[in-house]
């Protein structure tokens, strides 16, 4: 009787010692599975001159997408986390719109946040050209920013999940 009680002490004693291990570096993990700001989430094949930097003022992590304006085409697709930012060269010429995913605990199996999940795209297109002259070249350099109240300098729409680009 006394050995049983003994091993059901070791035996309680394991499980709470495993529970509190659990519990401590479960944020740890959850914070290795979360990609660092400028993870290209889908990769990128521009070869433009233009640059679209992106500040993530939100409370939450976010995916930008950056989509041709007619096939709604993904060129590329940034991870930012709450509070960074991303600037993402080589975008070409066109016209485009911005999608973003926001939210926290990124599925990347999913590609889609688990907590708090939004998906909207600014209201407006984003235009980038480039201009030869005979001594220089100007090139579009885009900064929007996302803030935690209102939208910072973006006008967003809700959008469904079967509107979002693929």
Same mark, same amino acid.
């Given at each position: 009787?006394?050995?049983?009680?003994?091993?059901? &002490?070791?035996?309680?004693? +394991?499980? =709470?010692?495993?529970?509190?291990?659990?519990?401590?570096?479960?944020?740890?993990?959850?914070?290795?599975?979360?990609?660092?700001?400028?993870?290209?989430?889908?990769?990128?094949?521009?070869?433009?001159?233009?640059?679209?930097?992106?500040?993530?003022?939100?409370?939450?992590?976010?995916?930008?997408?950056?989509?041709?304006?007619?096939?709604?085409?993904?060129?590329? /697709? @940034?991870?930012? &986390?709450?509070?960074? /930012?991303?600037?993402?060269?080589? #975008?070409?010429? +066109?016209?485009?719109?911005?999608?973003?995913?926001?939210?926290?605990? *990124?599925?990347? +199996?999913?590609?889609?946040?688990? @907590?708090?999940?939004?998906?909207?795209?600014?209201?407006?297109? =984003? =235009?980038?050209?480039?201009?030869?002259?005979?001594?220089?070249?100007?090139?579009? *350099?885009?900064?929007?920013?996302?803030?935690?109240?209102?939208?910072?300098? #973006?006008?967003? #729409?809700? @959008?469904?999940?079967?509107?979002?680009?693929?």
């Amino acid at each position: 009787m006394k050995d049983e009680i003994i091993c059901n &002490r070791f035996l309680i004693s +394991g499980i =709470l010692a495993g529970l509190i291990f659990c519990l401590a570096t479960a944020p740890a993990l959850a914070e290795a599975d979360r990609p660092e700001s400028g993870t290209l989430i889908r990769e990128s094949d521009m070869t433009g001159r233009c640059q679209l930097d992106i500040i993530n003022n939100a409370p939450d992590d976010l995916v930008a997408y950056l989509c041709t304006m007619r096939e709604e085409r993904v060129k590329a /697709a @940034v991870y930012i &986390r709450d509070g960074d /930012a991303f600037n993402l060269t080589g #975008v070409e010429d +066109g016209s485009y719109y911005l999608y973003f995913r926001q939210g926290q605990g *990124w599925n990347a +199996g999913l590609e889609a946040f688990e @907590v708090n999940a939004t998906s909207s795209r600014m209201r407006e297109p =984003l =235009l980038f050209q480039t201009i030869r002259t005979a001594d220089r070249i100007q090139y579009s *350099w885009i900064e929007i920013t996302l803030e935690s109240s209102g939208d910072g300098n #973006v006008e967003k #729409v809700a @959008v469904d999940e079967e509107d979002f680009p693929a």
